[in-house]
C-alpha cells in the first residue's frame, strides 16, 4: 500500500511507533490534520489481526477499503450485534429501532396505569440514559453502577419524589422486559452496546486495536475495548471535538481511556491540511498550537454587518449578500450552521420565499418534531392557536423537570424543539395541527438547493467552502453558564468545542452573523 503523500514529521513519528513499539498510543488530533491517512500510513505495518473502530458505518466502510486486509473495520454498535449474535447462538436476531417505546406502552398497560405524555416521555428516556448509564436490573451481568433507587434518581427527571417512585416503578419494569426480549433475540440500538457489554457477549479478540474518534467514546464503549482488545490500543481523536456529551458520551473519554491500559505514549497531530490560515489563528486559545499547512488557503473571516456585502436601512441582510460572497471565491455550496435548529428552521423559510433553493440536514429532526405535535395534540384537525399554547404548557413542566434535576442539556433540547416548532408556525402559518406536520415533512425532505442549513452537532465531519455562523452569541448556552456558575465546567467546555467545530468546517470563507442582520428576529430570540 503506497502513501498518498510524504508524511510529516509528526505522521513519521506515529508510524515509527506503529512499527517499531507495541506501545499504546494515545494520539491528540485537530481539525483537518489527516488523522485517518495517518492510521492508513501506519497500518501496513501492524502484524496479525487487527480490528478499527470507527464512529459511523460510512467511516468503517471507507477505512476497510483504505487499510490492510488483515484489519476489519466496524462500529461499536456492529462489533456489540455481533457479540450478542454469537452469545446467544443464534443465526440473526430482530433489530428495533421502536423496541423500547413499544415496551413502555406494554408495561404501562400491564400495570393498568394512564401515562401523560411526559410520563410516557420520561420512562422511556430514563430507561435509555439507563442502559447508557450502564446499570443492569438487579445487578444481573456486570453493570458499571448499581441497580440502586440512589443511582437511578440521576436518570429520572421528575419534580417530587412521588412521581419519582410512580416513574421508577415503571422504568424499572421496562429496564428488564427490555433484557428479556434482548435475550430472546429481539434488540434496539442502545441493547448493541449495553447487552454484550454488561450481559456477556461472546467478543472477538485483537491484538491491535485502532479507535477513530476517541474523544466520542462513552464508559460503555471503554468497556467494550477492554474486552475486545488483547494487546494494543492506538486510538486517535481530538478532545477539542467532543460535543456529545447529550447522547452519553464521556466528556472527557481520551483522557479516561487512559484508565484502560498502565502505560500510553502522546503523539499529536496539529499541521491541518484543511482549515484555511485565517480561521487556524482564530482557533489558538482553544487549540493551542495549530497550525495550517504553506498550500492551505489563506481563507477570511468576515462579520457580515461590516463588510461590504449587503446594504443597511432595509431591514437588515439576506441571501443576496451570501451569495455574492460564494460568488468572490467561486464556490458552488454554502452553509449555514448554528447551535439550535430553531433559528436554521426560520432561516429556511426566509430562504423559500426568497426563491433560494435550500437543504436541511436531519430528516430525524423533522420526524422527532412531527412526533413530539402528535403527542401533544393527537387530532390533527386541532386549531394551530390551542396547540401553541398545549406547547407553551409542555415546554414550562419539562424545563422545570430538566432544571430541578439538574440536566441543562436536556432544557437545551426541549426548548430547541419548542422554537422549531414555533418558528415553523410563524414562517408557514398553518391553520391546523395537520397542516403543521405536513409543513415539517416538506421541510426536512428538501434535498435541493445551494445553501445548507445544519445544526453544529450534524455538521461535525463535514466541510463547505463558506461557513456562515448564524447566531454565534447563543454558544455559550445560557444553561451551561448557569451550571458553571453551580461548580459544573463539563457543558461550558463542550459549548466552547462547538464552537471550534463551527469554524472550523470552512475551507475557505467563515462568516459570522445575526438573524437579525436577515431582517428577522429569529425564534423568539432564545438564547437556548
Known amino acids: 500500500m503506497s502513501s498518498p503523500h510524504k508524511p510529516t514529521d509528526e505522521q513519521q513519528a506515529i508510524i515509527d511507533a506503529v512499527a517499531q513499539t507495541q506501545s499504546n498510543l494515545m494520539i491528540s488530533a485537530y481539525a483537518g490534520?489527516?488523522?485517518?491517512?495517518?492510521?492508513?500510513?501506519?497500518?501496513?505495518?501492524?502484524?496479525?489481526?487487527?480490528?478499527?473502530?470507527?464512529?459511523?458505518?460510512?467511516?468503517?466502510?471507507?477505512?476497510?477499503?483504505?487499510?490492510?486486509?488483515?484489519?476489519?473495520?466496524?462500529?461499536?454498535?456492529?462489533?456489540?450485534?455481533?457479540?450478542?449474535?454469537?452469545a446467544l447462538n443464534r443465526p440473526t436476531i430482530k433489530l428495533d429501532g421502536q423496541k423500547l417505546g413499544k415496551l413502555v406502552t406494554a408495561i404501562a398497560k400491564d400495570h393498568k396505569a394512564q401515562l401523560l405524555d411526559w410520563q410516557w416521555d420520561c420512562i422511556r428516556q430514563a430507561t435509555s440514559d439507563a442502559m447508557k448509564a450502564g446499570i443492569s436490573p438487579?445487578?444481573?451481568?456486570?453493570?458499571?453502577?448499581?441497580?440502586?433507587?440512589?443511582?437511578?434518581?440521576?436518570?429520572?427527571?421528575?419534580?417530587t419524589s412521588d412521581d419519582f417512585e410512580f416513574i421508577y416503578k415503571l422504568a424499572h419494569a421496562v429496564l428488564q422486559a427490555n433484557v428479556d426480549t434482548a435475550r430472546a433475540g429481539q434488540i434496539s440500538f442502545d441493547d448493541q452496546i449495553c447487552c454484550p457489554t454488561i450481559l456477556g457477549g461472546a467478543w472477538p479478540r485483537y491484538p491491535t486495536t485502532f479507535v477513530d474518534e476517541s474523544q466520542d467514546l462513552s464508559p460503555l464503549n471503554h468497556q467494550m475495548l477492554t474486552l475486545t482488545s488483547t494487546g494494543r490500543i492506538v486510538a486517535v481523536g481530538d478532545p477539542r471535538q467532543a460535543i456529545y456529551l447529550f447522547r452519553g458520551a464521556d466528556a472527557n473519554s481520551m483522557k479516561n481511556m487512559r484508565t484502560i491500559r498502565p502505560q500510553w505514549t502522546d503523539l499529536s497531530l496539529t499541521m491541518t491540511f484543511r482549515c484555511p490560515k485565517a480561521i487556524v489563528a482564530r482557533q489558538q486559545?482553544?487549540?493551542?498550537?495549530?497550525?495550517?499547512?504553506?498550500?492551505?488557503?489563506?481563507?477570511?473571516?468576515?462579520?457580515?454587518?461590516?463588510?461590504?456585502?449587503?446594504?443597511?436601512?432595509?431591514?437588515?441582510?439576506?441571501?443576496k449578500s451570501l451569495l455574492k460572497v460564494a460568488s468572490d471565491i467561486n464556490a458552488n455550496f454554502i452553509a449555514i450552521v448554528c447551535r439550535n435548529n430553531a433559528p436554521l428552521v426560520n432561516m429556511a423559510f426566509k430562504l423559500i420565499r426568497s426563491g433560494v433553493g435550500c437543504q436541511m440536514l436531519g430528516r430525524d429532526i423533522g420526524t422527532g418534531l412531527i412526533r413530539l405535535v402528535s403527542r401533544l395534540e393527537k387530532s390533527d384537525a386541532t386549531p394551530i392557536l390551542k396547540f401553541s399554547e398545549t406547547l407553551t404548557k409542555w415546554l414550562d413542566t419539562e424545563c422545570a423537570l430538566a432544571q430541578a434535576n439538574n440536566k441543562p442539556e436536556r432544557s437545551d433540547k426541549l426548548t430547541d424543539q419548542a422554537e422549531c416548532l414555533r418558528a415553523t408556525i410563524e414562517g408557514s402559518?398553518?391553520?391546523?395541527?395537520?397542516?403543521?406536520?405536513?409543513?415539517?415533512?416538506?421541510?426536512?425532505s428538501r434535498e435541493s438547493g445551494s445553501i445548507?442549513?445544519?445544526?453544529?452537532?450534524?455538521?461535525?465531519?463535514?466541510?463547505?467552502?463558506?461557513?456562515?455562523?448564524?447566531?454565534?452569541?447563543r454558544i455559550p448556552s445560557k444553561q451551561a453558564k448557569m451550571a458553571a456558575q453551580?461548580?459544573?465546567?463539563?457543558?461550558?467546555?463542550?459549548?466552547?468545542?462547538?464552537?471550534?467545530?463551527?469554524?472550523?468546517?470552512?475551507?475557505?470563507?467563515?462568516?459570522?452573523?445575526?438573524?437579525?442582520?436577515?431582517?428577522?428576529?429569529?425564534?423568539?430570540?432564545?438564547?437556548?
Not at 445548507?452 to 452569541?473: C, Q, T
Not at 472550523?504 to 430570540?525: C, E, F, P, V
Open 429 to 444: 402559518s398553518p391553520t391546523t395541527v395537520g397542516e403543521l406536520k405536513l409543513i415539517l415533512t416538506r421541510i426536512f
Open 138 to 159: 438487579n445487578d444481573q451481568g456486570s453493570p458499571l453502577f448499581a441497580d440502586t433507587p440512589e443511582n437511578w434518581r440521576d436518570v429520572i427527571e421528575v419534580p
Open 33 to 86: 490534520t489527516a488523522k485517518s491517512t495517518t492510521l492508513e500510513m501506519a497500518a501496513p505495518f501492524v502484524k496479525g489481526p487487527a480490528l478499527a473502530l470507527a464512529f459511523n458505518k460510512k467511516i468503517a466502510t471507507e477505512l476497510q477499503s483504505r487499510l490492510p486486509d488483515n484489519f476489519k473495520a466496524q462500529t461499536l454498535n456492529s462489533i456489540g450485534h455481533g457479540a450478542w449474535i454469537r
Open 486 to 528: 453551580s461548580g459544573d465546567y463539563s457543558h461550558l467546555e463542550q459549548e466552547y468545542n462547538l464552537r471550534y467545530v463551527c469554524e472550523t468546517r470552512t475551507k475557505h470563507t467563515l462568516i459570522a452573523a445575526d438573524m437579525r442582520d436577515y431582517g428577522t428576529n429569529g425564534a423568539n430570540g432564545a438564547n437556548s
Open 452 to 473: 445548507i442549513l445544519s445544526s453544529v452537532h450534524r455538521a461535525k465531519g463535514l466541510e463547505w467552502p463558506v461557513v456562515l455562523h448564524l447566531d454565534p452569541w
Open 285 to 319: 486559545d482553544h487549540a493551542p498550537g495549530f497550525t495550517a499547512h504553506s498550500s492551505n488557503a489563506t481563507g477570511q473571516f468576515l462579520h457580515l454587518p461590516h463588510t461590504d456585502y449587503g446594504s443597511e436601512g432595509d431591514g437588515g441582510y439576506d441571501h
